[in-house]
């Protein structure tokens, strides 16, 4: 067992590193300017986006990449510290075309795309041209459970009607996103098993009938690409549907392994971004007499975010680890272990960082507010902390009894 990176991944690291330092850091405030007013900030984004391209730092998530298709094909396991090096500033995984939903998105249409689909969605995404959405929670329905998902996709004749509503479609007010995954019953006559009567469907934005009735705000915070409640009642042509019509759960579970596990290591780099603030502050911040880090609850607090964030790292890589030897499925119970773990260390270590601060934790000074309210919305991101207890809790008792 080996427990550095080899050589290859230490190099993208390095360069991963070092394009951040130079290009996406710099841009940080005024991109943070731009959002506030509630604008994507595209102006600031696509030269990025062109140079990280052009220096190979692209698509670099996506395993299966084909010959031809652009980008640095990766493993899982050399993908995972270079997705942590990119959480530290939330919206530069588009820059390298990493960013989510986008990149569950393509990994479904690399999966499951015809050849024309792959033409009119698939290409743009990869080259980063458009953008995507990803509709199935619905305000009506308990979604961690998708087997009650109301939305209707219903044939009439040679196309299907799209009928419902869904809410925390993340990505659709962002100005170059074309195109939504809606995930809705197929089997309007109620006949099939659960699991085979949903589907998943493509809806371009611009077809008649998809409103996008309000942004909802995470936690008082807007963000300038969305997530979006939005009325669906479309008529799309048949064409549009992914892979066969009743394989919707199939494909969600494609979809939402990797996805996860994105997540997941993105989170490590914004703790690693906390506990290094908090260390800073501890150190600079006088009180009664001396530096914060002279308090043995301040030190506590850094030692034990150190330990949790090393555990949460190297569950990560073993569930990337397994990821690339024995697939996505083989992964699965490892994938809602870190899922769980991760978002909880994210809120525990954001929380003492903003203690350590005082007040000012709390302002947008610092970035800390905004990733303690990321990491808690990540409770809920591609599924809440109890539906992957569950997972990891059967396969425990699946290994039998004495
Ligand atoms: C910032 C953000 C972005 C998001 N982006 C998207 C997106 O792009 N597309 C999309 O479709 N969705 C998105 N979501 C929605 C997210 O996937 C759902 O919130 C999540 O799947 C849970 O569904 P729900 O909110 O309907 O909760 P519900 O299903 O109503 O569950 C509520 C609570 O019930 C409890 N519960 C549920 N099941 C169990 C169980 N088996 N055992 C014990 N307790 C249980 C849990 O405590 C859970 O939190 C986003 C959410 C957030 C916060």
Redesign the pocket.
Known sequence: MDFGYPPDTELLRTRVARFMAEHVAPADPAWQAEAKLGRMPLAIMEPLKERARAEGLWNLFLPSLKQGQPGTRLTNLQYAPLAEIMGRIPWSPEIFNCN??DSGNMEILQLCATPEQRDRWLDPLLAGRIRS??????PG?????PTTLQTTIAREGNQFRVRGR??????ALHPNCKVAIV?GRSDTEGTLPSHNAYSMILVPLDTPGMRVLRNLP?MNHY?PEG?CEIDYDVLVPAENMLGQEGEGFAIAQARLGPGRIHHCMRTIGQCELALELMVARAKSRIAFGGPLSGFANIQDWIAESRIEIDQARLLILRAAWTMDREGNKAARVDVSAIKIVAARLQTRVLDRAIQVFGAAGLTDDTPLAYLWT?GR???????????H??TVARAELKKGAL
């Open positions: 989510s939903p959405c990803f509709s199935m929670t619905e329905t308990a979604s961690s459970d869904k809410w925390f479609t993340t990505g995930m995470i963000s997530h990321w919305a990540l409770r809920f991101i591609d599924g809440p902390d109890e539906v207890l569950r």
